[in-house]
């Protein structure tokens, strides 16, 4: 079965701050989502990224998938405190089925 | 368009008792996929319906089923409530194409006593 590991587990950052989550499977990676999800509350869907080298960009977030595709990482540029809560990657393992990482937990102190 | 609804979004149970929880997943969206959220497992995939047929499922006991009516709305059941079922139970939709995007509710979580 696939597993997906984050790291780092826990980030404290100062508003302003670059940082970078990274999300490491133990299979190839056919396509892998971020989400973002506020303590006990529903996922948000941030980026989808599908094709190993591709890049994407959502205001001050970006996601790279490398080129082997077991590798996905996460950077925000100059973070804000709206940018705290939990990041899960998620990675399809069969239809319609996601395994997700455990998580990387983000507070931005003002 | 509006998004993924669920309910209740709050349930205390005891255990032995049975519980049903309600998706009603984006308009158009086909596919309703249920996930359990623990803190010491995460998030784990229980089943997807589509069309009112269950396409697939996760590794969880039988006291775990679903169902989908035609309008796309789901219901998930547990049978026999454990302490361990204590969760946040999550579902969410999608077109039901390959490579599209899982849109989440905002969940229901159980707590059984």
């Known amino acids: 079965s696939q597993e997906l590991e984050q790291s780092p587990q826990s980030l404290i950052v100062q508003e302003g701050k670059n940082l970078t989550i990274n999300c490491t499977s133990s299979?190839?990676?056919?396509?892998l989502y971020w989400y973002k999800q506020k303590y006990g509350e529903g996922l948000i869907f941030l980026m989808m990224?599908?094709?190993?080298?591709e890049e994407k960009s959502h205001e001050k977030i970006t996601a790279k998938l490398d080129e082997k595709k077991q590798q996905s990482s996460l950077h925000i540029t100059a973070s804000q405190p709206s940018h705290a809560g939990i990041y899960l990657c998620?990675?399809?393992?069969?239809?319609?089925?996601?395994?997700f990482g455990s998580g990387t937990r983000l507070q931005v102190q003002p | 368009k509006a998004g993924v609804t669920q309910t209740p979004r709050y349930l205390i149970k005891t255990r032995g008792q049975q519980v049903t929880l309600s998706c009603s997943p984006i308009s158009g969206h086909r596919s309703v996929s249920w996930y359990q959220q623990t803190p010491g497992q995460g998030l784990q995939f229980l089943f997807e319906y589509f069309s009112e047929t269950q396409r697939n499922k996760g590794n969880f006991p039988g006291r775990f089923s679903g169902r989908q009516f035609s309008n796309s709305r789901s219901e998930m059941n547990v049978s026999t409530l454990e302490l361990g079922d204590s969760a946040l139970y999550l579902c969410a939709s999608s077109l039901g194409v390959p490579t599209d995007t899982q849109y989440f509710g905002p969940g229901t979580r159980l707590t059984v006593l």
């Open positions: 299979k190839t990676l056919y396509g």
């Open positions: 990224l599908q094709k190993g080298g």
């Open positions: 998620g990675a399809p393992t069969g239809r319609r089925a996601l395994t």
